[in-house]
């Protein structure tokens, strides 16, 4: 499967339309699960809230795709924020808008742009990062070895170190890179370190 984009992390942002109170957050989701219990915070966090009106995609492919208007003019919040979050090329993403009723209607044409600009405003803010899928890897050495393990893992993602009678750091790299990893370490080390594959998964690559 492809890389993708997405949001890295939540983040938000405010404006104020017409005297209405517009929050957007964008939230990295990667089931529908993850996108319910998001939206189901913005709720809580907001239970006086006139709309909370969302759109997500929360697998890689766009396939598995939902929005609200929660209460709005039919297609006039759910929808514009979903084309934005699609005009982006975003995956597993969600993005909602709540909305502080301020007393001036904005009409069928004003919400659609209020809510579509707010949608663009939020992920123009957000972290937007490539995932693509990853190898995890265990290399393996004796004590004697860890100098050179530390100098080979500078400039590499390390996502663990165990020190003991061996010593173990745990890489993360892209699948593509897999090989030439897994050379550099034959390279390094000449048959000294033991190599094992722990698994395959998406991340986000910086």
Not at 71 to 100: D, H, S, W
Not at 105 to 125: D, H, I, M, P, V
Request: charge should be negative.
């Amino acid at each position: 499967m492809a890389a993708y984009l997405s949001v890295s992390d939540e983040s938000s942002s405010e404006r104020v339309i017409e005297k209405s109170w517009f929050i957007t957050y964008c939230q990295h989701v990667e089931s529908e699960d993850e996108a319910k219990a998001f939206l189901a915070g913005l709720h809580t966090q907001h239970p006086l809230a006139t709309h909370i009106c969302y759109a997500y995609i929360c697998d890689k492919v766009g396939n598995f795709v939902r929005f609200s208007d929660d209460g709005e003019p039919q297609g006039t919040a759910g929808m514009p924020i979903l084309n934005v979050v699609k005009a982006k090329k975003l995956f597993e993403t969600c993005v909602a808008v709540v909305r502080y009723f301020g007393g001036i209607k904005l009409g069928a044409g004003g919400l659609t742009r209020a809510y579509a600009s707010c949608a663009a405003e939020g992920l123009n803010g957000a972290e937007i990062v490539l995932y693509d899928l990853c190898a995890e890897i265990a290399v393996n050495v004796a004590y004697s070895d860890v100098k050179t393990l530390t100098r080979f893992a500078e400039g590499k993602t390390v996502t663990g170190r165990e020190y003991s009678e061996k010593t173990v750091f745990c890489f993360r790299v892209r699948e593509c890179e897999e090989e030439t990893f897994f050379a550099a370490v034959q390279n390094e080390f000449r048959g000294r370190a033991e190599i094992k594959s722990l698994g395959k998964k998406y991340y986000p690559c910086k």
